[in-house]
């Protein structure tokens, strides 16, 4: 009899075992006050930089005759990126790459001065573009240079935009706007609620 109860708690105990969840491990977060800080995207500010920066009233053709080139926004102290860490440095490239995207949607005439002399095939891809001064197109055709500095805030950066006639070293136009902290955070490692913004990291926690 005890034999015949055994096998069917034995064959429970076993069905129990099996339908326990994996352990699951807390994801760290990163709580900050959300004052200050916005849901909207990088590109969000960038076209508000551009509307100040090509005022140009609606149906008539952009004010700028010359091709524009655009490099990478500079940290105001320092001008320079060799030793910015990568938070800087990401914001600086998407800063000019979203800028380029709005100078062309509205009509201007832009020039990549990241364009190599020739194609580069490698085995699995092909590279048109270059940071390397031997691969790039010798002659550039812009006349007018789009760029900017950046200074940290507590929460966020103060953005400085302008357009340079890169012989008379004139400025054309400028343009300072806001940029939250927050809008290079991915929108899946963030959520809001209340008055706080919470960002996990699966690789721990930022400071």
């Known amino acids: 009899m005890n034999k015949c109860l055994g096998l069917p708690l034995v064959a429970l105990l076993a069905s129990c075992a099996h339908q326990q969840p994996e352990p699951t491990v807390s994801m760290p977060v990163r709580q900050v006050s959300a004052v200050g800080l916005s849901p909207q995207p990088l590109g969000f500010y960038t076209q508000r930089l551009a509307e100040q920066l090509f005022q140009t009233p609606a149906g008539q053709q952009p004010q700028l005759r010359h091709k ?19 938070e800087q440095t990401d914001l600086a490239n998407q800063l000019a790459e979203s800028l380029l995207t709005e100078a062309v949607q509205r009509g201007y005439e832009v020039v990549d001065i990241r364009l190599r002399a020739a194609v580069l095939l490698q ?29 940290p805030q507590e929460d966020g950066w103060i953005v400085n935009a302008r357009l340079i006639d890169i012989q008379s070293q004139q400025v054309l136009a400028a343009a300072t706007d806001y940029v939250p902290d927050n809008v290079l955070w991915s929108a899946e490692k963030m959520l809001k609620r209340g008055n706080f913004l919470y960002r996990s990291d699966r690789i721990g926690e930022r400071p």
């Open 123 to 151: 085995q699995d891809h092909e590279q048109a573009f270059s940071r390397l001064l031997h691969e790039l197109q010798q002659q550039q055709q812009a006349r007018v240079l789009l760029s900017g500095t950046f200074i």
């Open 68 to 86: 524009i080139a655009i490099s990478s926004f500079v940290p105001v102290r320092q001008l320079s990126l060799v030793n910015a860490g990568t």
